[in-house]
């Protein structure tokens, strides 16, 4: 199997829709679809059921899932060690969930005037991990959001945003021009997988053990809200579709848009990160 298969295979089960899938690895449908189907056969199953609303896993495709995440995750820290060893220049980014924030833009522009002979990589994870790899090694710094587990990790703050409740457009509660966490108390949120840093689920639990359908992707939990009229937080200003609502939450922490990385990192290029994101952010 080749590792360009497997990313292709990984990001269609992630988003369980082909389209989605092909828009996030910047190609075009057809081709991602013909490198599944290989991959399907040279597995010998199916990894997918298919339906015109998009795609499932298959038992064989969850196994698949696991096995794959590990190899590539491995990959990528075989990459960094040996990049290092090597004395290339470059610098690792991490970035969570939805790289459409301007500040992200602005930030992205203003490192590479002032680095233009580095090579910038990036890394873009999902929302079971919010250090994006710092604590693997396979990231430099870490664009993201807090709260976290903040263990043997420098943050720095670049931005705060409030944070409201994710609704269908068709729920009562998402006529209200504001509510509060226990207006939601009877209904099912969704969840994070198990193991995944306990402040951030809590975080975005309210604070309070839920139950609910779990997710991974920005796009699984406006799904999960849509299929399951569960309830889902997500900061303002997020672009949703006409299906979907966000009412303010009067009684939420706001969010903080922060920059991460491993305490004692001395690398030069991961400071200059530092201080052009926060002066990136503060315009």
Not at 114 to 134: A, Y
Not at 220 to 226: S, T, W
Request: proline fraction near 6%; charged fraction near 25%.
């Amino acid at each position: 199997m080749e590792l360009r298969t497997l990313r292709y295979f990984v990001a269609v089960a992630e988003e369980l829709h082909f389209g989605r899938a092909a828009t996030r690895l910047h190609m075009s449908q057809p081709p991602l679809s013909r490198a599944i189907k290989q991959l399907e056969a040279e597995v010998g199953a199916l990894l997918f059921a298919r339906s015109p609303a998009g795609v499932d896993l298959t038992p064989v495709g969850t196994v698949l899932l696991d096995e794959a995440r590990a190899l590539l995750g491995h990959a990528d820290r075989v990459r960094v060690r040996v990049s290092a060893a090597a004395g290339v220049a470059a610098i690792t980014v991490g970035i969570l969930g939805d790289g459409t924030d301007p500040g992200v833009t602005a930030l992205a522009a203003a490192y590479r005037r002032r680095h233009p002979g580095i090579d910038i990589r990036i890394r873009d994870t999902d929302l079971t991990d919010p250090t994006c790899g710092l604590r693997a090694g396979l990231v430099d710094v870490a664009l993201t959001r807090a709260p976290f587990d903040e263990t043997a990790l420098t943050v720095g703050a670049l931005r705060t945003d409030p944070v409201g409740a994710v609704l269908r457009a068709d729920d009562p509660l998402a006529h209200r021009d504001r509510l509060r966490l226990a207006d939601l108390n009877d209904r099912r949120w969704f969840q994070f997988p198990q193991g995944t840093d306990a402040v951030w689920q809590s975080y975005w639990n309210g604070g309070t053990v839920r139950e609910g359908p779990v997710v991974r992707t920005v796009q699984e939990c406006g799904q999960a809200v849509l299929w399951n009229g569960t309830v889902g937080l997500a900061p303002l200003g997020h672009d949703l579709s006409a299906e979907l609502a966000v009412v303010p939450l009067i009684d939420m922490t706001p969010s903080r848009v922060v920059v991460a990385w491993n305490k004692g990192d001395a690398n030069p290029l991961i400071r200059s990160f530092t201080e052009t994101a926060t002066a990136a952010y503060r315009r």
